[in-house]
């Protein structure tokens, strides 16, 4: 056989074979074409001389394969080049799932798209129980497909709804739901993974068999179940907006999950998808991405405990966030009583996302109700949430330097009080950063990382780190007025507000926002932050002066606060807003909407407070949601430049 640059094939004597997966000159397994074709000549090899059974697995820490080369994919600039892409992978994962032989996958570490893809190609497969292994078919998240047979293979192996969730949404399992839903035919921890890996790949054991009602799901019912998810699907994603998982669907129920057999000229084929800008932008946002994922990177710090000061909501969510991540989080306030509401809410939180009784009492015992403050000698990170008093804060971090260890990083989520001012207090302003997190906690996946005019680089750098270590993504900014994210939300808000004051209802105000490809209407934004806050953001972004809309002025007196009273521009029935429909929406109303943010957007980059443009859009998109399929603001104005200024 030739010689392999990315696999390495070991026998042993009694005729199991290893396949591992290697990619040369990479920390990660990707399926270049290289790569590809490389597997294609091992397979030449096992045909002339076939094993007992095979076993694929990673030759990589980090993990099984991290999917198709996503290098290669943006380099392609044309439909057919995107269905050479697609046919090379179909074929050959076809090939390796008519092999006579017993196949077995052996994942460990995350499993992506196309390795998700070859998994399913095979026999069996085995998933090692442990945190990184996350096995997903994320292709609709960059405006694509799973084309290489995972529209065909996943829905026989778990069933078509748990199928068409994985692929309509992106999310990925752990290995123990792996095994729940049938993808994994085993769960093992690392210890034992190789002896189970050899035993099931020589056992002889039948592949698992679908229900009955799973396979009339797959045949007769498919049209059924496609029609429900599409229903589904259009109340989260408009097909001009998002094309990829209304292709889906079509290719699932009308084609046999084979991509390449839709006609050219429907609007779900793959030269659709490859022609819509749709595509490139959203490989643009998962570039932004992994550039947020980067910061902190170049820092050795490693916290391992938190403390928090202020269990309100914001305070207490911060530390229910960390715990779940691992860390061990001490929670501050003036007395029990004022802890417990948010230990309550952590512990319904937990049993919502782990599902296990003993990951949730071991996830609560982290953490550690702490009125008298003692976490904070221990804490790694230190974080102020407490109400938005200049003086109180400043006594506070007053206390925390004269206590806290020397190398911890002291941390305020203020949004509205300069750092500066807070510093003061400090006899060293240089270990003051902000870490400012957004509503809800465990949703939002931005933490803005504010560097006032006196923090030290490498306190910036371990408060990143800090980020990272929870699993969120953060954005360097500079201390301003709202830093980024508040600053553009705020005047987008307002003239929403605005246009309610001129007579238009808030339902066609929502409406022409979500018709621009926002993920909620700037009304209903308003009601969910509270209009209390919006009230104060809007003071502190225009200056005292600045006369607040109307309507929002008069709720707000009335105690009208939004959904957290039950009343704001909406009536909420268990938190959710009563609307009428909307009607038609006027003409260039979107556009009006969207300026006063565009415009901030663009003032805040002047100004410094983001490095660039880049990062402007990436703290935008996943700070407030705005259209993904846009690539951003500071992109759309680029790709629209008349609704500039």
């Known amino acids: 056989m030739q010689e392999l640059q990315h ?18 000159g990479e920390s990660t397994n990707t399926l270049s074409e290289a790569a590809v074709r490389e597997l ?67 994942i460990r570490g995350h499993c992506m798209g196309g390795g998700t893809e070859l998994a399913l190609a095979c026999r069996y497969r085995v998933a090692v129980d442990e945190p990184g292994t996350r096995i997903a078919l994320p292709e609709v998240m960059l405006g694509i497909v799973p084309g290489w047979g995972g529209m065909l293979r996943l829905p026989q192996v778990i069933g078509p709804a748990a199928a068409l969730d994985m692929m309509l949404s992106g999310r990925a399992l752990d290995a123990k739901r792996a095994k729940r839903l049938g993808f994994a035919d085993e769960c093992v921890p690392p210890r034992v993974m190789d002896n189970a890996a050899r035993m099931l790949a020589t056992s002889g054991r039948p592949p698992r068999k679908l229900p009955l009602m799973q396979r009339l799901m797959n045949g007769p019912l498919k049209g059924f179940v496609a029609a429900q998810a599409k229903k589904q699907v259009m109340k989260r994603a408009r097909p001009e907006h998002y094309p990829a998982p209304y292709a889906i669907l079509d290719m699932w129920a009308n084609y046999g999950g084979d991509a390449l057999a839709v006609p050219a000229d429907k609007p779900t084929s793959m030269n659709a998808i490859a022609a819509s800008p749709t595509t490139k ?34 305070g207490g969510d911060i530390a229910a ?34 599902r296990d009784d003993t990951q949730v009492r071991f996830t609560l015992d982290r953490l550690i109700p ?31 330097e004269r206590i806290a260890k020397p190398g911890a990083v002291l941390a305020t989520n203020t949004s509205s009080l300069k750092l500066e001012d807070i510093a003061t207090a400090l006899q060293n302003p240089a270990r003051l950063v902000g870490i400012h997190f957004f509503n809800p906690v465990a949703k939002m996946p931005l933490v803005e990382v504010v560097e006032g005019a006196s923090s030290d680089a490498a306190a910036l750098k371990q408060a990143m780190a800090f980020v990272r270590k929870i699993d969120k993504l953060p954005l360097p900014v500079k201390s301003a007025p709202g830093f980024l994210v508040n600053a553009v939300l705020a005047p987008y808000m307002q003239e929403a507000m605005r246009c309610v004051d001129e007579g238009i209802a808030p339902e066609v105000v929502d409406e022409a926002a979500l018709a621009f490809g926002m993920p909620l209407g700037p009304i209903e934004l308003a009601d969910t932050v509270g209009l209390d806050i919006a009230v104060a953001a809007g003071k502190e972004l225009a200056g005292e002066g600045a006369v607040p809309p109307k309507k929002l002025l008069e709720l707000v007196e009335a105690g009208h606060l939004g959904r957290k009273t039950g009343c704001g521009f909406y009536t909420y029935n268990q938190g959710k807003p009563a609307k009428q429909a909307a009607g038609a929406v006027p003409a260039g109303l979107a556009e009006r909407l969207v300026r006063p943010l565009l415009d901030a957007v663009q003032r805040c980059l002047a100004q410094g407070v983001v490095a660039d443009a880049e990062l402007a859009d990436a703290g935008v998109i996943f700070g407030t949601g705005f259209a993904p399929f846009t690539g951003g603001p500071m992109n759309y104005l680029k790709e629209h430049p008349q609704v500039g200024p």
């Open 40 to 106: 294609g000549l091992v397979l030449d090899e096992l045909e002339r001389e076939p094993p007992k059974a095979l076993v694929i697995r990673s030759g990589k820490n980090a993990g099984f394969i991290a999917g198709a080369d996503i290098e290669e994919f943006t380099k392609i600039e044309s439909a057919e080049g995107a269905r050479a892409l697609v046919q090379r992978g179909w074929d050959m994962y076809n090939r390796l799932a008519a092999v006579k032989y017993p196949t077995l996958a052996l």
């Open 7 to 24: 696999w390495r094939l070991e026998r042993e004597p009694a005729g199991l074979a290893w396949l591992t997966f290697d990619k040369a």
């Open 321 to 354: 966030w960390a715990a779940l991540r691992g860390l061990t989080v001490t929670l501050q306030d003036q007395s029990v009583e004022r802890i417990a509401p948010a230990i309550q809410r952590a512990a319904a939180a937990f049993k919502k996302k782990l």
């Open 370 to 400: 702490d009125p008298a403050g003692q976490g904070v000698r221990q804490a790694d990170v230190v974080i102020e949430a407490i109400f938005e008093n200049l003086e109180a804060k400043r006594k506070l971090f007053a206390d925390i």
């Open 281 to 314: 932008n959203l490989v643009r946002v998962y570039y932004l991405q992994e550039r947020l994922k980067g910061f902190g990177k170049d820092s050795d710090f490693a916290p391992k405990h938190l403390h928090v000061i202020g269990a309100g909501v914001m």
